[in-house]
């Protein structure tokens, strides 16, 4: 079975086109600019301490696997290579784990660029001589929620690209989903009171930073768990070629 998976994982990695040197190289080089250097260079050293990046670190990964995994199964469906996918001995496992594994290793190792570039960019801006690091417990909370972030939005856009007729179709609703987030975050911001704000932060940082990860860790995990589990159950190789 491990074979199998490995098999399927570097066969997307292959067609992920990363190191091909055209147009998504291209983006990736800017979306690493912005976020890695332009971001913490006006962040300051908030962006090594600063708890609130954590959500980033979960957010950045549906950012990067959407575009990708609506390709997985409704971009080869289109192309009928899916048909010659899904006629080879693989089993069904083992098809639907490798694109999992492929996108979210993908998404995961741009995150960590993104961060290692981030820290070594607040340390040449803001550093003045003395080495800045990431606080150990919200460096390894940000290395959690970014890998089980990174599962999560492999297993959603795996999900949608399973039930999309096209890869556009797929990607138009990807595509939305980090916007969606940015609104709700944003009227949340809006709506709720700034008294109960105030308090929130207040109650935070009373509690430490501990609680706040432990919580995330939870939700992002357990939102993961779920979709991985949705997309096993509805992946089915008739079913798949069919669509």
């Known amino acids: 079975m491990m074979d199998d998976i490995r098999a399927v994982f570097w066969k997307e990695w292959r067609e992920f086109g990363v190191f091909s040197g055209g147009r998504r190289e291209l983006g990736l080089i800017l979306f690493i600019a912005v976020i890695g250097i332009y971001v913490p260079f006006e962040m300051g050293i908030q962006w090594v301490e600063s708890p609130l990046l954590l959500m980033i670190w979960a957010w950045l990964p549906t950012l990067l696997a959407g575009p990708l995994a609506a390709d997985s199964f409704a971009g080869e469906r289109e192309r009928h290579t899916l048909e010659t996918l899904l006629s080879s001995r693989l089993p069904d496992h083992a098809i639907l784990f490798g694109k999992l594994a492929a996108l979210a290793t993908y998404a995961l190792a741009i995150t960590w660029i993104v961060m290692l570039v981030g820290i070594v960019t607040v340390n040449v801006a803001h550093g003045h001589g003395a080495l800045i690091l990431y606080a ?62 105030t308090r929130v932060s207040a109650d935070i940082a009373a509690a430490g930073v501990a609680p706040l990860i432990a919580t995330g860790l939870c939700v992002i995990g357990a939102l993961a768990a779920i979709v991985v589990r949705l997309a096993v159950l509805k992946f089915r190789r008739a079913g798949a070629i069919l669509d």
């Open 136 to 197: 150990p417990l919200n460096f390894a909370g940000s290395i959690g929620v970014s890998i089980l972030g990174a599962v999560m939005a492999s297993g959603f856009g795996t999900l949608v690209s399973l039930r999309s007729a096209t890869a556009r179709q797929a990607q138009q609703l990807l595509g939305r989903l980090p916007i969606v987030l940015v609104l709700l975050a944003a009227i949340g911001a809006k709506v709720i009171p700034h008294a109960w704000q």
